[in-house]
Every structure is written in C-alpha cells, then in structure tokens.
C-alpha cells in the first residue's frame, strides 16, 4: 500500500494537467445580422464569415441575433447560417441596456426577441445581454437572471473580451472615406490584438480558477470577422489551442459558477476574479481602449 500512496502524486498530476491547460475555445458572434457598410455588404460579410469558419473546419458557431436588424432581406442570411450548421440566440430586440432598462422593461425586449427568433431551425436557447449589461446592481442582476430562466433562456456568457468591434469599425471608417487599407498589416494586427486578450483572460482564468476553462469567445458579425477570422483560427492552432462548439463550452463548470458581484462586464472569468478580490484595474486588457486602439493602429500603418 505504501507503494502505492508513492505513486498517487504523479496520478493526480496526470490527472490534473489537461484540465489546467486546456486551451479550448469557442467562437460566438454578436449583433447579426448586421447591415451594410462601405466595405462590404451584409450578405457579402454573412458568405465570407460562413466560408471562413468552414475552410477552418470549425465545429459550430454561434450568432447572437439583434433581432430589430430581421426584415425580409436579413433573415435570408440567418437562415444561410444555419443551413451551414451553425446555431442562432437571442441577443435582445432594441439592443438597449438591461442597466437602463431595467428588471420589467428588459425581459420584454428579450421576450419580443425571442418571438422572432424560436421558429428558426437551430435557435437554441442563450441569451447574452447587449454591452455585457446584466443589470444596474446585484439585486437587479438577480432579478434578470430569474426572469431569464422563466423564459427558458440560459445565460450566454463569454469568457474573453476585447474591442474587435472598433478594429472593425476604423477599418469601415477607411473604406467610407475612400482611403487604402492594406490588408496584410489589418490582419496582422486584428490577430496579434484578439490572440493577446485571448492569453490575457486565460491567464486570468488560471489564477482565479486554479485552471484553464472551455472559453466562449466575444466577436462581432463584422467586416474584420469576415476578412480575418480564419487567419486568427489558425494562429490560435499553431499556438496549441483547440476550437470547439459553443455548447460544448457551456458544459465547463464555469457555466454553474455566477458570482454574485455588480461587475460583469469584460465576462465571467473577470467577474469570478473580481468576486475573489481583484480590482476591476486588473481585469481588462490594455486593448479594451478605444485611445489605445487609435495609437496602436495609427502606428500600425494599415491605411494610406
């Protein structure tokens, strides 16, 4: 038996080193279906972003649908997404804040969401609240997630942050005022930003947690996801992380573990962080920063 016991510290550690470093993370997107824009149209940015987590061999994605953007037009590329596999959820109507809304008003606007959205083929029931808003303070956090899980609706949290909708944003900026964009540079860029977060909220993730979860990625249904999203895929593979489906994602631990804090607003781990006594200084990427991006992507030198 002593033997044995000899043995158990190297069992456990097998045991537990996967788990530490799983490295495993799903891909969501919010907001579509977005509308035009000077760089693309939405229909063009839906063919590209399907195209692209395809040749990726990426499991399953999931779309967070503003449903105010669903009219004759856009619901044809709703359902372009799910004939290609992948899974819609709800994403609010108006886009509002739950924090102005409030705990009446709020589950009104996801329920008129929901009405347009539960005849789709692959609707599956998450909600993520526009802004990372789940409420003004911890009572009507609460509040929220009660009258969610009335609705049949499952918390569509995230586990990494970042600003990928302003890289987006600056690079449509570019195109609307007729400048050159070069290419190479904004791919570069938009991967080498988004893959720091990743490591940033990672990192954080094994020092609140004591392990690496099974992370939901925040995206956008944007131009830069469109042009750029396979080249982040396979960066994040050559750096020894998997991509997986967003359900599978949702069966982490983490998923159970909501802490009762008022911050939620760069996610779960940075909440569960911040229940554990870390200030909200610490808990969001330097690139979380509309003035950091400008001085970053100026130096960049990605338009002419």
């Known amino acids: 038996?002593?033997?044995?016991?000899?043995?158990?510290?190297?069992?456990?550690?097998?045991?537990?080193?996967?788990?530490?470093?799983?490295?495993?993370?799903?891909?969501?997107?919010?907001?579509?279906?977005?509308?035009?824009?000077?760089?693309?149209?939405?229909?063009?940015?839906t063919t590209r972003l399907i195209d692209a987590l395809i040749a990726a061999k990426v499991p399953?994605?999931?779309?967070?649908?503003?449903?105010?953007?669903?009219?004759?037009?856009?619901?044809?590329?709703?359902?372009?997404?799910?004939?290609?596999?992948?899974?819609?959820?709800?994403?609010?109507?108006?886009?509002?804040s739950a924090s102005e809304l409030g705990i009446l008003d709020y589950p009104a606007d996801v329920y008129k969401a929901h009405l347009l959205l539960k005849s789709y083929k692959n609707f599956l029931p998450y909600h993520r609240f526009p802004f990372l808003h789940y409420g003004k303070d911890v009572a009507a956090i609460a509040s929220l997630q009660q009258s969610l899980t009335e609705l049949g609706y499952k918390d569509g949290y995230v586990t990494i942050d970042n600003f990928d909708w302003y890289v987006s944003s600056l690079l449509t900026k570019a195109a609307e005022e007729k400048k050159?964009?070069?290419?190479?540079?904004?791919?570069k860029f938009y991967v080498e930003m988004l893959y720091e977060s990743i490591e940033f909220y990672d990192a954080m993730a094994k020092k609140s947690l004591g392990r690496s979860p099974q992370h939901v990625m925040l995206l956008h249904e944007n131009d830069a996801a469109a042009l750029f999203v396979g080249d982040l895929?396979?960066?994040?593979?050559?750096?020894?992380?998997?991509?997986?489906?967003?359900?599978?994602?949702?069966?982490?631990?983490?998923?159970r573990n909501f802490p009762n804090v008022a911050f939620h607003k760069q996610g779960r781990v940075a909440a569960i962080a911040n229940s554990k006594g870390a200030p909200e200084s610490e808990l969001r990427h330097p690139s979380e920063n509309i003035e950091y991006l400008?001085?970053?992507?100026?130096?960049?030198?990605i338009i002419k």
Do not use: C
Not at 294 to 301: H, L
């Open 233 to 255: 895929i396979a960066h994040l593979r050559t750096k020894g992380w998997k991509i997986v489906s967003p359900q599978q994602a949702y069966q982490d631990p983490i998923a």
């Open 294 to 301: 400008d001085k970053a992507f100026s130096a960049a030198n």
């Open 60 to 96: 399953d994605a999931l779309l967070f649908v503003k449903a105010d953007y669903i009219n004759n037009d856009t619901q044809k590329r709703l359902t372009q997404y799910t004939a290609a596999g992948f899974h819609l959820a709800n994403h609010s109507y108006s886009h509002k």
């Open 180 to 187: 050159t964009i070069d290419y190479d540079k904004a791919r």
């Open 1 to 45: 038996m002593k033997n044995l016991l000899s043995y158990l510290p190297v069992v456990l550690s097998l045991l537990i080193a996967p788990t530490l470093a799983a490295r495993e993370i799903a891909f969501t997107f919010d907001d579509a279906p977005t509308p035009d824009s000077a760089l693309m149209t939405g229909q063009e940015r």
